[in-house]
């Protein structure tokens, strides 16, 4: 009966032993594959604002402001093509242990993707009067930013209503692997989150939906529907 019974523990932890190595091996295939396809998706958005460059050199070059609605267009699907591979990315960080270098490598490509976009969005309103507004956003992790949350949610509504017309590109401050963020918490002297820095100037802690909409209707040129009802509502209070 002991023998039985030491084989049948054997086979358990045979058994066991197996489903475990196959989970793990499962699971590094799929974070290869997750990898290979963000890395894809980053190499195809470095072609792509390598053609806005480009394009915009061109306008600037031959004065071509006539078609600056069409290269507007171009950038506009290119920052919402990097919106997505954000999502992409925060996903698979939050879920991933396995190959941090990997990441940490496409998160530094993400970083300086959003900082070329942004100085691009810069150039676009210089260039081609592009009614735009621009937010840098530096957050933390919940321990030294318990407001963070609560922040993203506020951005996240307000871009969902303003689209295009709001970029907004967000820099954890712990991540110093790209040397970009130091720089920029330096620059603009964060030392406290959530922080915000709306064209230029810099709003430290939690801004709500009215704080930050009072700061950005001010800077539109064109009427925008989310401001005028905003106004309007103030104004009946």
């Known amino acids: ?43 195809i958005q470095n072609l792509d604002f390598a053609s806005l460059q480009v394009q915009y050199a061109y306008i600037d070059e031959l004065s071509q402001e006539e078609n600056c609605q069409a290269v507007a267009k171009t950038f506009e699907e290119n920052i919402k093509n990097l919106e997505f591979t954000r999502e992409r990315l925060e996903s698979f960080d ?84 790209e040397p970009m963020v130091p720089l920029l918490k330096h620059v603009y002297n964060t030392t406290s989150y959530p922080t915000l820095v709306i064209e230029g100037k810099k709003y430290t802690g939690l801004n709500d939906k009215k704080e930050i909409l009072d700061i950005i209707c001010a800077y539109y040129h064109e009427s925008i529907e989310d401001c005028i009802s905003y106004k309007n509502e103030t104004v009946k209070e």
């Not at 197996?18 to 974070?31: D, K, M, W």
């Not at 318990?146 to 401050?173: G, H, M």
């Open 1 to 43: 009966m002991r023998r039985i019974s030491k084989n049948k523990y054997l086979i358990a932890a045979l058994i066991t032993s197996a489903i475990f190595l196959f989970g793990f091996f499962l699971g590094l295939v799929i974070e290869g594959e997750r990898v290979r396809y963000t890395e894809s998706v980053s190499k």
């Open 94 to 177: 939050k879920n991933a242990k396995i190959n941090k270098g990997g990441f940490d490598m496409l998160k530094r490509e993400y970083v300086l993707a959003q900082l070329r976009y942004w100085l691009l969005a810069r150039r676009t309103q210089n260039l081609c009067g592009q009614d735009i507004v621009s937010v840098l956003y530096f957050f933390s992790d919940d321990k030294i930013c318990p407001d963070c949350n609560s922040q993203a949610f506020v951005l996240t509504y307000l871009k969902k209503r303003f689209k295009e017309k709001l970029l907004i590109f967000s820099f954890d401050e712990s991540f110093e692997e």
